[in-house]
C-alpha cells in the first residue's frame, strides 16, 4: 500500500491537470459557452454543471465527516439527476446506422481486385459453373425432344397433384367450419 503522502501528492498532480484542463471553461462564464449551443446541450451543459459542483460539495463535506445521508446536498443531487434524466428522455435516439451493402461490396471488389489469385479462381469458379449449367440444360432439352419421359415422372406429377388438391380441399372445409363457429357465435 502505498503512502498517505504519497498519495497526496499524486492527487496534488490531478487536481493541478485537472485546473489546467479546465481553464477554458474557468476563463469565461458558462452562459457564454451556452450560447453557442443547441437548446438541448445548453440544458445538458447546465444540468452536468450543476451536478459537477454538487458532487465536489458532495465529496467535500465527506471528507470533513459530515454525514450527508440526510444532507441538502443529497437532495440537490437527486432532483439533478431527475432533470439528467428528463433531458435524456426528451432527446430522441440516435437513428442506428445502416451498412450500404452495395457500397460495401464495391469496397470488397475494389480491395480484391488486384488479386491475382483470387481473380483467377473467381473466374474458374464462374466459368466452372455456366459449364455445369449448359450441360444440364442440354440433357434436359433432349430429353424433352426424344419424348423420354419415363412413367415414374408421370406418376410422381399425379401424386403431387392429388396430394394439393386434397390439401386444398382440407382447406376450404376447415375454412367452412371457421365460418360456421362464427356464425353460431355472432347468434
Known amino acids: 500500500m502505498a503512502h498517505p503522502l504519497d498519495q497526496l501528492e499524486d492527487i496534488d498532480e490531478l487536481l493541478d491537470a485537472l485546473t489546467e484542463k479546465l481553464q477554458p471553461l474557468i476563463k469565461t462564464p458558462v452562459h457564454d459557452h451556452a450560447n ?21 460539495l458532495f465529496s467535500y463535506l465527506r471528507l470533513q465527516g459530515v454525514s450527508t ?19 435524456k428522455s426528451a432527446t430522441p435516439a440516435p437513428a442506428p446506422m445502416k451498412l450500404d451493402q452495395a457500397a460495401a461490396g464495391r469496397f470488397i471488389k475494389a480491395a480484391l481486385a488486384g488479386n491475382d489469385e483470387y481473380d483467377a479462381e473467381r473466374a ?8 455445369a449449367a ?26 403431387g397433384r392429388k396430394a394439393k388438391d386434397k390439401m386444398g380441399e382440407r382447406r376450404k372445409e376447415r375454412k367452412e367450419g371457421r365460418k360456421e363457429v362464427r356464425a353460431k357465435n355472432r347468434a
Request: hydrophobic share 30%; net charge positive; glycine share 2%.
Open 69 to 87: 445521508k440526510d444532507h441538502p446536498v443529497m437532495r440537490e443531487i437527486t432532483r439533478v439527476k431527475q432533470y439528467m434524466d428528463k433531458i
Open 36 to 56: 453557442k449551443l443547441p437548446v438541448a446541450d445548453k440544458a445538458r451543459l447546465y444540468v452536468l454543471t450543476t451536478y459537477a459542483l454538487q458532487s465536489l
Open 124 to 131: 474458374a469458379r464462374e466459368e466452372a459453373s455456366k459449364t
Open 134 to 159: 449448359l450441360e444440364k440444360l442440354k440433357a434436359l432439352d433432349k430429353k424433352t425432344a426424344s419424348g423420354d419421359v419415363t412413367k415414374q415422372e408421370t406418376k410422381k406429377d399425379k401424386k
